[in-house]
């Protein structure tokens, strides 16, 4: 199994080791009422009030958005205002105290609960899609909560009954590893987790990809193995291909189904898609019946000189994780939440690391292109070459440029991934996906 | 809502992503197609001797210069650097006869920059290949000279063996295709040692810097033709290595068709555009009046790129309505 498919190869040394490096948590973290696409949480504390860890500071206001936990025992500092982790103006509950693990609960095993109590779970764990687009897991794999928001605004979205859940052990990026780390683990959370994704999604097969450049995942392996109906499989493929590990091309890869574009999820092709952190997550959740209040960032970049895995308090800004990891080893030109490929740029180090951070990358000077020195588009075709979504980028960003967008959105801009593949290897350095964002947003401005 | 400014805020760039990029640029594109035309170029100065080393030179520094007295008038940021202009000139120096004069040489020079590139907003703006323009343009000023000859080392006037064909059909009997793909005949500059170009053309191909659909589909194109009119009358017809060793093919394939502002950019269009340049080639050998059609047959199809990128690969998750 396995599809070709176009994009870049990166260098060898722009993947890393990811090993897990050990830090002291912060005592102040600053939680963001959005951290994904859709719309903010309400927040159910006030100012001065008390919390424990664990203990629910933010409730989901529609589908579209997620409950948010407080990782910390002690109080409710502020609610101030912050950048979400992509850019995105938002208020965030600060909150000052301390890490303590919740006390274990007694707890029915996993495997006796039935979907509608998995669900139940799922929800409170309040998990997020993967990918640069992130959204609120369980509407991802259930679908919209009202009826009739079914249909997609053309109207001709496919419904079909999800039959296999993807269970993706790759990372968005090859620079970005903690998908491939939690694989080589074992723990029982992602077995129970696994399981329970698969009974909330009804997914009758399991497919489970990893990267063929790692040692095997015993854990996984062990996975396929115990499932005597061998309905669980594992598909090998080539991780330091991008964007191999983005959920379009991904299902594309492993599947060969396409979703809709524009607009088109995972789910309107059959598939469940989850990652090994979330399916981790939620069998941690269902394990201990606290829901997660930490998450696995990789951090890495020039300016910081260490890369690995490391395991954050949610909402701890940039600057105590720097500091926590001993600050920076010379001046870091960029601060990216995400990886290098599809991160957001943040010139403030106060921005929280939320839900949505994949990664804590300080670039340093000789990492970056200088922005702004580009040239005119010499019709090379790199761009058609390595377009996982078979777009002609350099017409389209010749378009945007010129401000002609209706035009780029009969072209198939819409149906973009913004993976970043054409800018990577643009030998006139044209800020392509910068252009299209850009004409996405016109677009999207001028519609309402 | 106060935000505690970094330190070192005002020195963080924010940008789009992606924040990391390849190695390949403009500079690095140009450079190796120079550096992989230094055999070609080498090999026209050992048979055709000092002439051609200064028209190659006069060439390249005509163009440059050109380019900047131009930028410098017209007060746009000097393009030098990106090595295009010194590839023109080379390019153009390579297709001229070794009997070039110095005005000719210069002239050319000029009339690629200006006519061919600058006109239209410089690279990646222009339509026509800058090089085959004033090669045009010189042709059709002075054919005489453009038609001037030598015999390698000897450096007696003799015709090129597709001039010689296009006289007799019997004369291709009397080449060696050996002797033609090693350079031992009349012919450009850099247009005679087949060998030398594609030394430099699979350099370009396994380096990355041009992709192999053009080169690969405009041989095939001329040489699937060349053979279907073998096989019609061996007679009357050279085989298919004269075609392919003889003119202007190879630096054709690989150096002139691929270049990329006048290429199509997707892979189909790429392939489409190679073989119908080979196929015209052939038709203008065949029945044209010119001796070697593979220059008129890839400014034609220049004119057509814009046609041929329309052969766009179906995008990902554009379904049939059903």
């Known amino acids: 199994m396995g599809i070709a498919l176009r994009g870049i190869t990166l260098p060898k040394n722009d993947t890393v080791p990811f090993e897990l490096i050990e830090i002291t948590p912060p005592g102040t973290v600053a939680l963001p009422l959005i951290q994904h696409l859709g719309e903010p949480a309400t927040p159910t504390v006030k100012v001065g009030e008390t919390v424990t860890s664990g203990q629910l500071i933010a409730a989901a206001a529609t589908d579209r958005s997620v409950p948010i936990h407080s990782p910390l025992t002690g109080t409710v500092a502020a609610i101030t205002a912050t950048f979400s982790s992509r850019g995105q103006d938002t208020e965030a509950v600060v909150i000052e105290g301390e890490q303590i693990k919740p006390r274990s609960k007694k707890l029915p095993a996993p ?43 053309s109207g001709t979205r496919l419904v079909k ?34 399981a329970a994704f698969k009974a909330i999604s009804g997914a009758e097969r399991v497919l489970i990809a990893t990267d063929k450049n790692f040692p095997q995942s015993r854990p996984l392996r062990a996975i396929a193995a115990a499932d005597e109906e061998e309905t669980t499989k594992i598909v090998r493929l080539n991780g330091r291909r991008y964007p191999i590990g983005l959920p379009i091309p991904l299902i594309k890869a492993v599947l060969g189904r ?34 997660p209040v ?14 690995g895995i ?77 377009c996982p979504v078979n777009l002609v980028p350099g017409m389209l960003s010749m378009y945007c440029a010129k401000d002609r967008f209706k035009e780029a959105a009969a072209q198939g801009l819409l149906s973009c991934i913004e993976c970043g593949c054409c800018d990577y290897v643009c030998p006139s350095r044209r800020p392509l996906v910068h252009l299209f964002r850009h004409a996405k947003r016109q677009l999207m401005e001028a519609e309402s | 809502m106060s935000r505690t400014p970094a330190v070192d805020a005002t020195t963080l760039i924010v940008s789009m992503s992606p924040h990391v990029r390849g190695s390949l640029t403009i500079e690095r594109m140009m450079g190796s197609m120079l550096l992989a035309l230094v055999p070609t170029a080498a090999v026209g100065v050992y048979f055709f001797g000092l002439n051609a080393l200064l028209t190659v030179l006069l060439a390249m520094a005509t163009a440059a210069a050109v380019e900047a007295a131009i930028e410098m008038l017209t007060k746009q940021k000097l393009t030098i650097g990106d090595l295009h202009a010194l590839l023109t000139g080379l390019l153009l120096a390579l297709i001229l006869p070794p009997t070039a004069p110095w005005w000719l040489t210069m002239t050319g020079a000029a009339t690629a920059i200006i006519l061919g590139k600058m006109v239209f907003g410089g690279l990646g703006a222009y339509p026509f290949n800058p090089p085959l323009v004033a090669w045009v343009v010189l042709k059709l000023s002075w054919p005489e000279r453009m038609n001037a000859f030598v015999a390698p080392s000897t450096g007696e006037r003799v015709l090129t063996p597709l001039m010689a064909f296009k006289e007799d059909p019997a004369l291709f009997y009397s080449y060696d295709l050996w002797d033609l793909f090693l350079g031992n005949a009349a012919g450009g500059i850099g247009m005679v040692c087949g060998l030398a170009i594609v030394i430099g053309g699979l350099y370009l191909i396994i380096r990355g810097i041009i992709r192999w659909h053009i080169p690969v589909a405009f041989l095939l194109g001329v040489g699937l033709f060349a053979w279907i009119m073998r096989m019609i009358n061996a007679d009357l017809y050279p085989p298919v290595g004269f075609h392919l060793a003889g003119g202007g093919v190879l ?44 220059f008129y047959a890839i400014l034609v199809m220049n004119a057509a790129t814009p046609l041929f990128n329309y052969l766009t690969p179906r995008a990902y998750g554009r379904w049939e309505r059903a």
């Not at chain 1, 039935?114 to 991802?140: K, N, V």
């Not at chain 1, 903690?178 to 694989?183: E, P």
């Not at chain 1, 809709?260 to 069998?283: E, H, I, K, Q, W």
């Not at chain 1, 926590?324 to 290098?340: H, R, S, Y």
């Open chain 1, 111 to 153: 495997s006796t609960l039935s979907p509608a109590e998995l669900t139940e779970a799922f929800r409170e764990a309040g998990l997020l899609s993967p990918g640069p687009f992130p959204a609120p897991l369980i509407r991802e794999i259930l679908g919209p909560e009202q009826s009739g928001s079914q249909l997609s605004l």
């Open chain 1, 161 to 194: 009954r999800t039959d296999t859940l993807l269970v993706s052990a790759l990372d968005p990026e090859p620079c970005l590893g903690v998908n491939r780390y939690l694989a080589g683990i074992e723990t029982e959370a992602l077995a129970v987790g696994i």
């Open chain 1, 258 to 291: 396409e979703a809709p574009l524009p607009y088109g999820r995972p789910r309107d092709v059959g598939v469940a898609l989850c990652t090994v952190s979330a399916a981790v997550s939620l069998g941690e959740t269902l394990l201990t019946g606290a829901p």
């Open chain 1, 294 to 307: 930490t998450t696995l960032l990789t951090v890495g970049g020039g300016a910081l000189g260490r890369t």
């Open chain 1, 310 to 386: 490391v395991e954050i308090p949610l909402g701890t800004t940039i600057e105590d994780l720097v500091q926590a990891l001993g600050g920076f080893t010379q001046e870091p030109a960029k601060l990216i939440i995400g990886g290098p490929l599809t991160g957001f740029a943040h010139y403030d180090p106060s921005v929280p690391l939320g839900k949505d951070a994949g990664g804590l990358f300080a670039l340093s000077k000789e990492e970056i292109t200088p922005v702004g020195a580009y040239r005119q588009c010499i019709n090379c075709g790199r761009c058609v070459a390595v």
């Open chain 2, 251 to 294: 630096l054709g394939a690989l150096f002139l068709a691929p270049e990329p502002v006048t290429s199509p950019v997707t892979p189909t269009g790429m392939v489409v555009f190679g073989l119908l340049a080979g196929i015209l080639t052939m038709i203008l050998r065949m029945w044209g009046s010119d001796p070697d059609g593979t």
